[in-house]
């Protein structure tokens, strides 16, 4: 049996999790379980189907790793074939988790790897012939690995759908339905998401689910209220550069992220920011693994300090310490503006955001506010104050203010009457009678 969650918090140890795993726990610090930890890990302990919706930063990571761990040690196979399995979106989400749970597994004779693009291929099918038993993958990466007939998922005990919703944004959806058919049909599985709202999440569930049950801990429309919104307006993008810039000397902040809807747009302003004396790096999708790799440690450590970054790091840039997020450009949808802002204001600390919005991106922002039933702060930065001041407030119209409009009676115009010229020469002349010839009168008797 499991203790029941009640207001009062439990303590991991009330999990009754195998003690290899509360050794580590209690080495990387951890005291008492996220809200999403304690209502996911007791059913997940009792391998039921999950349907989870908690945002990022709450903990959801260990949500899903604990439960999954403690099976694998208390119930040991001689099976041959990974028995766990993290599909992920990301590069950086997927060596996030790696990372997490070669942690949890320190104390464990469990094998972990990882297998994304961008890294030897050779070398991930050796793993995985090496009967590694906990897999963490980026969905397109294992397809090529299937084609192969190198993964073994016939003993699979446990698949985790991690960032669902932005899988299936992605367009991973057939790739992460044709990898959850050829596992073991008798697994369990977790799928977790940011949002319930989306419907592409709830398909999903109904494909890959079996009687779940559902946590949700929050749904898209939630506020951040840990995370103060702004927005400034600007006049165009050079005005927006000015900003940006003077946002980042004049705030407080350990580590400033930086969101653009394009690597150009990344790669141009990188410069500079560095012309001002600010220690400035970027990521985005076109730079070699290597690379981007050395640039996230360079960021984790505070070598960087202000990260500009495309969508790529929306999702699994989990780094502490990141307390401004700027939107140089708006997002193109809702959610990911919520996975942009929600790379600061993790658990309980504070974050600011900052959208910088043109006359061109108003109703974009604007639309987002309303998706998200939310009215963010205008804020005013004096010394560049703009031109632009957001949209005029246009007058309401008698329909619009309710107003009914007076229906004013016709006016009867009387008929205008033709006068001829030749007919104005007679007036007030005698007019002289016609004579009717009789025998014409008889004929017309006749």
Wanted: net charge positive; proline share 4%; aromatic share 6%.
């Amino acid at each position: 049996m499991h203790p029941i969650i009640t207001d009062t918090a439990p303590s991991f140890s009330s999990f009754s999790l195998a003690k290899p795993l509360l050794i580590a726990i209690s080495k990387l610090g951890f005291e008492l379980p996220t809200p999403v930890q304690q209502k996911a890990i007791p059913l997940a302990l009792e391998y039921k189907d999950l349907l989870v919706s908690a945002e990022t930063g709450s903990g959801k990571t260990a949500a899903f790793l604990l439960p999954t761990l403690h099976h694998l040690i208390t119930l040991p196979s001689k099976q041959f074939g990974t028995r766990a399995l993290v599909l992920a979106p990301t590069r950086e989400l997927a060596q996030q988790i790696f990372n997490q749970c070669q942690q949890l597994t320190e104390f464990t004779d469990l094998k972990v790897g990882i297998i994304t693009g961008g890294d030897d291929f050779r070398l991930q099918q050796n793993m995985l012939r090496r009967n590694t038993e906990i897999v963490i993958a980026t969905p397109g990466r294992l397809l090529e690995l299937m084609e192969q007939e190198t993964p073994n998922f016939s003993n699979l005990d446990v698949l985790i759908l991690d960032e669902a919703d932005r899988m299936l944004d992605m367009g991973f959806s057939e790739d992460v339905l044709t990898i959850a058919n050829s596992c073991n049909t008798q697994r369990q599985t977790l799928l977790f998401s940011a949002t319930l709202t989306h419907f592409g999440v709830i398909k999903m569930a109904d494909k890959v689910l079996k009687n779940h049950e559902v946590v949700a801990l929050n749904t898209l429309h939630d506020g951040h209220r840990n995370i103060e919104q702004q927005i400034v307006v600007a006049d165009d993008n050079d005005h927006k550069q000015k900003l940006l810039a003077w946002l980042l000397l004049n705030e407080t902040y350990d580590k400033a992220l930086v969101f653009t809807n394009s690597r150009i747009q990344a790669d141009s302003l990188r410069g500079p920011l560095r012309g001002q004396k600010l220690r400035v790096g970027v990521l985005h999708g076109d730079m070699d693994q290597k690379d981007r790799n050395r640039m996230m440690e360079l960021y984790r450590d505070g070598e960087v300090k202000v990260m500009i970054a495309t969508d790529l790091a929306a999702r699994g840039l989990d780094i502490k310490g990141i307390n401004l997020v700027i939107n140089f450009d708006v997002p193109r949808n809702g959610i990911n503006y919520i996975h942009r802002i929600g790379r600061t204001g993790r658990v309980d600390e504070l974050g600011l955001t900052i959208a910088l919005v043109k006359s061109t991106e108003w109703n974009l922002m604007s639309g987002i506010e309303r998706f998200l039933k939310q009215k963010f702060k205008r804020r005013t930065i004096k010394e560049l104050e703009g031109k632009y001041k957001g949209p005029k407030k246009l007058k309401a119209s008698g329909k619009a203010a309710g107003i009914k409009k007076k229906i004013e009676p016709k006016k009867v115009v009387a008929e205008k009457i033709k006068i001829r010229h030749r007919d104005q020469k007679n007036i007030g002349k005698r007019r002289t009678p016609t004579i009717v010839n009789p025998s014409d009168s008889q004929d017309q008797k006749d």
